[in-house]
């Protein structure tokens, strides 16, 4: 049978037609990198193994609230497929493991990454390729002084952090300081690195005038020994110091709490945020550490002494529920695990807000345009808020002290603290 040639073109126009409609549908769910019709894929990059390990639980903890969220039918019926990869807490696996994330698992966006020189070393590489790096669990001034002024030669919008910001926590210690032992000779170990650096210099900014009253800094090095961080105990004892401040990672903090009651020192003690986990100082106490009265401070909830709160009573349920091998370590005041569970719950929250089909640009802006006190994981009153003009998600703080000796835990005091920046 003859074919009608203009049939025969007519029916080929038709054909190509629906191609490119279906090409466009298909481009719809498949142009934004990580996202299609019924999931959305991110990724992060965390210590699982190596010096910095006792973080590993933060991941944990998103990835069971993200559970959650999926049982409750997404976000927009979306699923959330969370990736984390372990780069040790070392720079030079950090870049590869997020270079593969990106050009190979092809993420939606980089959430949650731990640390701040591994964060530093893909900030440029994200930046420039207009990657999300959001809600970092790295507390430094660079993420949120970075969005609109020059820092290291170009402004960073695709960088966000989520806690509070060291230098104003360590603001926040210097005021603590002034008002409780105003002629005090303070001692400081921090790590050698911008992370100790950027909590030196808010001390210094907050002590103003009084920085003089910092008789020895000593900086330690990731991974070292017992035996050195008790050396710089020595020599901060040595300068005279009354008061000992401790900027470090959980590891040593655990070896400077210890230390320091080896040597029969007793300053007045102050621990960062970062290392204020109930289950670091439990496990500095298991090694001898005299642990009453230290000071630190909180932003999350404590399902210890708060577990009364909806919030915490949720977090139980989701922890049991989606991550039973953890129940203990929440049971016994894991903070990395509320943690986890309000930086997720931000996430969420953000997405929810950039639209039926969100794109990398849409996160960004529902994460600068949040204001929200609806965040269950968090202390009571803490506010999530950001704008043109603030770039820190948290800038409010409550003050904690150690009280029970080596079986005991934290309890706030006095007033919330805001705009600690």
Same mark, same amino acid.
């Given at each position: 049978?003859?074919?009608?040639?203009?049939?025969?073109?007519?029916?080929?126009?038709?054909?190509?037609?629906?191609?490119?409609?279906?090409?466009?549908?298909?481009?719809?769910?498949?142009?934004?990198?990580?996202? *299609?019709?019924?999931?959305?894929? &991110? @990724?992060?990059?965390?210590?699982?193994? /190596?010096? =910095?390990? !006792? $973080?590993?639980?933060?991941?944990?903890?998103?990835?069971?609230?993200?559970?959650?969220?999926?049982?409750?039918?997404?976000?927009?019926?979306?699923?959330?497929?969370?990736?984390?990869?372990?780069?040790?807490?070392?720079?030079?696996?950090?870049?590869?493991?997020?270079?593969?994330?990106?050009?190979?698992?092809?993420?939606?966006?980089?959430?949650?990454?731990?640390?701040?020189?591994?964060?530093?070393?893909?900030?440029?590489?994200?930046?420039?390729?207009?990657?999300?790096?959001?809600?970092?669990?790295?507390?430094?001034?660079?993420?949120?002084?970075?969005?609109?002024?020059?820092?290291?030669? *170009?402004?960073?919008?695709?960088? &966000? @952090?989520?806690?509070?910001?060291?230098? /104003?926590? =360590?603001? !926040? $210690?210097?005021?603590?300081?002034?008002?409780?032992?105003?002629?005090?000779?303070?001692?400081?170990?921090?790590?050698?690195?911008?992370?100790?650096?950027?909590?030196?210099?808010?001390?210094?900014?907050?002590?103003?005038?009084?920085?003089?009253?910092?008789?020895?800094?000593?900086?330690?090095?990731?991974?070292?020994?017992?035996?050195?961080?008790?050396?710089?105990?020595?020599?901060?004892?040595?300068?005279?110091?009354?008061?000992?401040?401790?900027?470090?990672?959980?590891?040593?903090?655990?070896?400077?709490?210890?230390?320091?009651?080896?040597?029969?020192?007793?300053?007045?003690?102050?621990?960062?945020?970062?290392?204020?986990?109930?289950?670091?100082?439990?496990?500095?106490?298991?090694?001898?550490?005299?642990?009453?009265?230290?000071?630190?401070?909180?932003?999350?909830?404590?399902?210890?002494?708060?577990?009364?709160?909806?919030?915490?009573?949720?977090?139980?349920?989701?922890?049991?529920?989606?991550?039973?091998?953890?129940?203990?370590?929440?049971?016994?005041?894991?903070?990395?695990?509320?943690?986890?569970?309000?930086?997720?719950?931000?996430?969420?929250?953000?997405?929810?807000?950039?639209?039926?089909?969100?794109?990398?640009?849409?996160?960004?802006?529902?994460?600068?345009?949040?204001?929200?006190?609806?965040?269950?994981?968090?202390?009571?009153?803490?506010?999530?808020?950001?704008?043109?003009?603030?770039?820190?998600?948290?800038?409010?703080?409550?003050?904690?002290?150690?009280?029970?000796?080596?079986?005991?835990?934290?309890?706030?005091?006095?007033?919330?603290?805001?705009?600690?920046?």
């Amino acid at each position: 049978m003859p074919v009608n040639r203009r049939k025969l073109g007519a029916l080929l126009c038709a054909l190509l037609a629906t191609a490119a409609v279906a090409g466009t549908a298909a481009a719809s769910h498949s142009g934004t990198p990580g996202v *299609s019709k019924h999931k959305i894929v &991110i @990724g992060g990059t965390f210590p699982l193994t /190596g010096f =910095a390990s !006792l $973080y590993k639980t933060i991941p944990a903890a998103e990835q069971a609230f993200y559970a959650y969220v999926n049982a409750h039918g997404g976000v927009n019926h979306r699923k959330i497929d969370d990736r984390v990869l372990d780069d040790q807490y070392d720079p030079s696996q950090t870049v590869p493991q997020t270079t593969k994330l990106v050009e190979q698992e092809h993420v939606f966006a980089i959430v949650g990454s731990l640390g701040t020189a591994p964060v530093l070393s893909t900030w440029n590489y994200l930046n420039k390729k207009h990657v999300p790096q959001v809600l970092v669990a790295t507390g430094d001034a660079y993420w949120g002084n970075c969005v609109h002024k020059r820092c290291q030669g *170009s402004a960073k919008p695709w960088t &966000i @952090g989520w806690q509070p910001d060291y230098p /104003g926590e =360590a603001k !926040l $210690y210097a005021k603590y300081i002034l008002g409780h032992k105003s002629n005090a000779k303070i001692g400081v170990i921090y790590q050698n690195d911008a992370y100790g650096r950027n909590y030196l210099t808010g001390l210094k900014t907050g002590l103003g005038s009084h920085k003089g009253q910092i008789v020895d800094a000593e900086s330690y090095n990731l991974g070292d020994s017992a035996q050195v961080i008790a050396a710089h105990l020595v020599a901060l004892r040595a300068h005279g110091a009354d008061t000992l401040v401790i900027f470090a990672t959980p590891t040593a903090t655990i070896q400077s709490l210890a230390g320091r009651t080896a040597i029969g020192w007793n300053p007045l003690t102050l621990v960062n945020n970062v290392s204020a986990n109930r289950l670091f100082e439990l496990k500095a106490g298991q090694v001898g550490a005299s642990l009453n009265g230290i000071i630190s401070t909180a932003y999350v909830a404590s399902q210890t002494t708060q577990a009364s709160l909806p919030g915490m009573k949720l977090a139980k349920k989701i922890i049991h529920t989606y991550a039973p091998a953890l129940d203990q370590d929440f049971a016994t005041g894991d903070l990395n695990l509320t943690y986890g569970l309000g930086s997720a719950w931000t996430f969420v929250y953000a997405l929810k807000h950039a639209g039926k089909n969100p794109t990398r640009a849409s996160l960004m802006r529902a994460l600068r345009h949040m204001k929200t006190s609806k965040n269950p994981f968090l202390y009571p009153g803490i506010t999530l808020k950001t704008s043109k003009k603030r770039g820190f998600p948290m800038e409010q703080l409550k003050l904690m002290k150690w009280s029970g000796g080596a079986g005991g835990d934290w309890h706030t005091f006095g007033k919330l603290y805001g705009g600690l920046h």
